[in-house]
Every structure is written in structure tokens, then in C-alpha cells.
């Protein structure tokens, strides 16, 4: 079942602030290499994305981002 959403400008703005936020380097946390990390992904048919992160002094920090719009060649 496919559920539509209408991305506005409002979801836009949103987005875009969250996303150069967490791309800030005093978001992002140092890697911790006694500490497991792990990948949260996510795709679609137009877009991906990857976030590294670790549980260090509060859940799920930060280490690297990854979002890419695909081109048609890749959908």
C-alpha cells in the first residue's frame, strides 16, 4: 500500500536544515574504536542515504552522513 505526500516547501526547509546541521563538524561525534558502530540506510527509487553512528554518551552519535540523489541512469 503506497501512501502519498505532498513535500512542500515547508518539508523542504525542514530537510535542508536538519541535513546541514548534522554535515556541521560539531554535530558529528569522534569514532570510539573500543565502541560498536552501525549503519542505518535507507533508498528509494529516487534517492539513498547512510548514517554511521555509535552509542557513546547518548544514543546514536553521529560519526558520518551519506545522501545521494540518483541519477536516471541509476533508477
Do not use: R
Not at 47 to 63: F, G, R, T, W, Y
Amino acid at each position: 500500500m503506497h501512501t502519498l505526500f505532498n513535500w512542500d516547501k515547508e518539508y523542504q526547509y525542514a530537510f535542508h536544515t536538519v541535513n546541514t546541521a548534522v554535515k556541521n563538524a560539531a554535530v558529528l561525534s569522534q569514532l570510539d574504536p573500543e565502541t560498536k558502530y552501525f549503519l542505518h540506510g535507507d533508498a528509494s527509487q529516487y534517492a539513498m542515504s547512510a548514517v554511521i553512528c555509535q552509542i557513546q554518551h547518548k544514543p546514536d552519535e553521529v560519526l558520518c552522513n551519506f545522501s545521494n540523489k540518483l541519477h536516471d541512469a541509476e533508477t
